[in-house]
Nanobody, 125 residues
Framework: QVQLVESGGGLVQPGGSLRLSCAAEGSIFSIYDMTWYRQAPGKQRDMVASITKFGRTNYTDSVKGRFTISRDNNKRAVYLQMNSLKPEDTAVYYC???????????????????WGRGTQVTVSS
């Protein structure tokens, strides 16, 4: 069973910083794309930033220049450094990973999606 465990959320003032972490636990052959999503109250869950296994990154426009996604493949972890936080960044942040459980062709060709439980980020004065 694969679990994604997130940490690092909290309350911060506008302009402040937070660093989110997400670590994968369980029997895993390989982790491909790792992505941070967020969901504000009454809104859909949106992609914030993603990173491939080889380090290629992608960001939604609203966080470019403020957020940085990174990963440590040895630790099976992904991070989101969030700077210059704004009230509109307030949301529950979720970690997602595409995981191959084994080295079989089927698992590598069709990795499974796993989600963390989410961590609350609140930006308020």
């Amino acid at each position: 069973q694969v679990q994604l465990v997130e940490s690092g959320g909290g309350l911060v003032q506008p302009g402040g910083s937070l660093r989110l972490s997400c670590a994968a636990e369980g029997s895993i052959f390989s982790i491909y794309d790792m992505t941070w999503y967020r969901q504000a109250p009454g809104k859909q869950r949106d992609m914030v930033a993603s990173i491939t296994k080889f380090g290629r990154t992608n960001y939604t426009d609203s966080v470019k220049g403020r957020f940085t996604i990174s990963r440590d493949n040895n630790k099976r972890a992904v991070y989101l450094q969030m700077n210059s936080l704004k009230p509109e960044d307030t949301a529950v942040y979720y970690c997602n990973a595409k995981v191959a459980l084994s080295g079989t062709f089927r698992d590598i060709a069709s990795p499974k999606d796993y989600w963390g439980r989410g961590t609350q980020v609140t930006v308020s004065s």
